[in-house]
T-cell receptor
Framework: SQELEQSPQSLIVQEGKNLTINCTSS?????LYWYKQKYGEGLIFLMM?????EEKSHEKITAKLDEKKQQSSLHITASQPSHAGIYLC????????????FGQGTTLQVKP | GAVVSQHPSWVICKSGTSVKIECRSL??????MFWYRQFPKQSLMLMAT?????????EQGVEKDKFLINHASLTLSTLTVTSAHPEDSSFYIC???????????????FGSGTRLTVV
């Protein structure tokens, strides 16, 4: 079965600093999703990547999928306290079924 | 974008009682919905796939008699935790996939989750 490994597990950064979260899959990714979650709340969809080498950006967040489609990174530029939360990468292991497998999450704290 | 409403957002129940959680797609039809469970400081684990008009399919290790799923319409799926025990205390969250379509712009939409505490 497919597994997703996220690193780091937690991260504390000073406001204004850049940061990167990584997600590595044990198998080739059909689709890789990035979500943000506030503890005890629902998931907010950030971005979805499908093609090898694909890169998407929204505001100060950029997500990339490597050419081999087994690793993705999420990069936040000039972090703000509003970026704090838990970032989860998810993969549709069987291909567009909706049954997502998630990484263990990365908890981000941004110090003002 | 698509919106999924989950209710209640939190519930406390006594051990041995049953609790029903609702997941509604507000502005789209969802033939398929998914139920996840999240323990504190852990990731989401898929419990089951809810299929409109047919039986749900459960992931390995999930007791189907304990977690009853009903998907009676294209906009509503319910999860009933039967004879709840303290070990069932968790955060339950649903997601929905729009029938006949899927958007790379929106991914799969998740509800806001339900925190269940069994005392």
């Amino acid at each position: 079965s497919q597994e997703l490994e996220q690193s780091p597990q937690s991260l504390i950064v000073q406001e204004g600093k850049n940061l990167t979260i990584n997600c590595t899959s044990s198998k080739t990714l059909y689709g890789l999703y990035w979500y943000k979650q506030k503890y005890g709340e629902g998931l907010i969809f950030l971005m979805m990547l499908q093609k090898g080498g694909e890169e998407k950006s929204h505001e100060k967040i950029t997500a990339k999928l490597d050419e081999k489609k087994q690793q993705s990174s999420l990069h936040i530029t000039a972090s703000q306290p509003s970026h704090a939360g838990i970032y989860l990468c998810g993969a549709d292991g069987s291909g567009n079924t909706g049954k997502l497998i998630f990484g263990q999450g990365t908890t981000l704290q941004v110090k003002p | 974008g698509a919106v999924v409403s989950q209710h209640p957002s939190w519930v406390i129940c006594k051990s041995g009682t049953s609790v029903k959680i609702e997941c509604r797609s507000l502005d789209f039809q969802a033939t398929t919905m998914f139920w996840y469970r999240q323990f504190p400081k852990q990731s989401l684990m898929l419990m089951a796939t809810s299929n409109e008009g047919s039986k749900a399919t459960y992931e390995q290790g999930v007791e189907k008699d304990k977690f009853l799923i009903n998907h009676a319409s294209l906009t509503l799926s319910t999860l009933t935790v039967t004879s709840a025990h303290p070990e069932d205390s968790s955060f339950y969250i649903c997601s929905a996939r729009e029938t006949g379509g899927w958007s790379a712009s929106y991914g799969y939409t998740f509800g806001s989750g339900t925190r269940l505490t069994v005392v």
